[in-house]
């Protein structure tokens, strides 16, 4: 969902990479959810951390509170955030929704910090 939210909001003012600790592939349920207003993520999965190296960000944000997981390189960036979101995985449709709503917020929040 951040990526791209980042993605579409941020055009021309950000650059964006999504990773995990893991590769996976997102949820169906957020592919629809996102849908809904127009954004399709369809395309997108997260990306093995390993494949990123932390010099390259100015700012690192970690969804759902694992940055505590994260080693200590990307923690230090000059720009570190840990959204604490609810994981909407398992959850009703509405959930996934509600958190997509929150992810939106402070993706604009953030976009407008580093404007």
Not at 5 to 27: C, P, Q, R, T
Not at 29 to 43: L, Q, Y
Not at 71 to 80: A, D, K, M, Q
Request: hydrophobic share 40%; with cysteine; charged share 30%.
């Amino acid at each position: 969902m951040a990526e791209g939210f980042a993605k579409i909001l941020g055009e021309g003012k950000i650059a964006v990479s999504s990773s995990g600790l893991a590769a996976s592939k997102v949820d169906p349920i957020t592919v629809e959810v996102m849908s809904e207003i127009g954004i399709d993520i369809s395309n997108q999965s997260s990306k093995p951390l390993s494949n990123f190296h932390p010099e390259d960000y100015d700012a690192v944000i970690s969804l759902c509170g694992c940055g505590v997981n994260l080693p200590e390189e990307w923690v230090l960036r000059e720009v570190f955030e840990d959204w604490q979101l609810d994981d909407p995985k398992g959850e009703s449709i509405a959930t996934f929704r509600r958190v997509r709503d929150e992810v939106k917020e402070r993706v604009l929040n953030l976009i407008e910090s580093l404007s």
